[in-house]
């Protein structure tokens, strides 16, 4: 059966990312996700396996995560200390053993998707760990002597943000795409699918505010898209009106419920910096 995405109603794909996510299937290769935070990239997993209609595996990196994880872990501990008070379970040492998502997704019933998310957050070693198990699909288990191979080969989705470069040996293994920001149509598309019949007026210029905040130089953190959808709800559960987010009053260069779109105080005086300076300008002699 051809596996295709066409994308789902609850998330707007660009043409060239179905074209990505359609590329890595065909070829059997993971498809490498990069783009700025808030994206959605890790969405994109759950989006892919709800239009294939397959089961949803996710492995979660983390800076401790080393990559036999994903394979599986063996308890020497808890199997000695079991011999030690008698326990019969020590006789077969697969009780002792705990199988990480890799052996999870290679054993499945029917293809699923694995979510690799944020690879970059392991150690450099971390990918070159995994070639082996990603280009072939299998890998040796030393304490049962068992080969564990895929019986269907899954869709792999894996996300970085940038956080470290990725080896070359394991870039040559993935199909890549970068999530470009969204442009100003794309992002439309997202608002309404998250706030069916929201006023355009309001998203227009919520969407103006919202882009003219990420052009400022010196931003420390750009709004990234889930912010502006936490900021757009805020405005509706606070009623604001458009009208608000149109005043050109530089006193009010901050919007409105700023909190949802500028996360760090260092970009909160940038803008009270702004809004001095342009009070400033305005009070000249002459201005």
């Known amino acids: 059966m051809s596996l295709r995405f066409e994308g789902t109603e609850d998330y707007v794909a660009t043409g060239d990312l179905k074209v990505a996510v359609?590329?890595?299937i065909a070829l059997e290769r993971?498809?490498?996700?990069k783009g700025e935070p808030g994206t959605g990239k890790t969405v994109l997993a759950y989006e892919v396996a709800k239009a294939l209609d397959a089961p949803l595996l996710t492995w979660h990196i983390k800076s401790t995560t080393k990559a036999h994880q994903g394979l599986y872990e063996y308890d020497a501990v808890?199997?000695?200390?079991?011999?030690?008070?008698?326990?019969e379970r020590v006789k077969d040492v697969r009780n002792y053993i705990k199988k990480g998502k890799l052996w999870e997704a290679f054993e499945a019933p029917r293809r699923p998707v694995l979510l690799i998310d944020e690879?970059?957050?392991a150690d450099i070693?971390?990918?070159n760990d995994l070639l082996q198990e990603l280009d072939r699909m299998e890998f040796f288990v030393y304490e049962t002597n068992e080969t564990i191979k895929a019986a269907i080969r899954p869709v792999i989705i894996i996300t970085s943000n940038n956080?470290?470069?990725l080896p070359d040996a394991f870039l040559r293994r993935c199909f890549f795409h970068y999530i470009r920001f969204p442009d100003d149509d794309t992002m439309k598309q997202i608002v309404e699918v998250h706030f069916p019949g929201i006023k355009q007026k309001l998203v227009s210029e919520a969407l103006r505010i919202f882009y003219d905040i990420r052009k400022v130089p010196g931003i420390k953190k750009k709004p990234s898209t889930s912010e502006l959808l936490d900021w757009l709800k805020?405005?509706?559960v606070e009623d604001i009106d458009e009208s608000v987010l149109r005043e050109r009053d530089p006193t009010k260069l901050i919007p409105?419920?700023?909190?949802a779109l500028l996360k760090n105080e260092q970009d909160v005086h940038l803008f009270e910096r702004l809004a001095f300076l342009a009070r400033r300008e305005g009070n000249r002699p002459g201005a």
């Open 119 to 121: 690879i970059d957050k």
């Open 22 to 24: 359609n590329a890595s």
């Open 78 to 87: 808890t199997r000695l200390r079991d011999s030690q008070l008698g326990d």
């Open 163 to 165: 956080e470290k470069e």
């Open 234 to 236: 805020l405005l509706m």
């Open 125 to 127: 070693e971390f990918p």
């Open 30 to 33: 993971p498809l490498l996700i």
């Open 256 to 259: 409105p419920l700023h909190g």
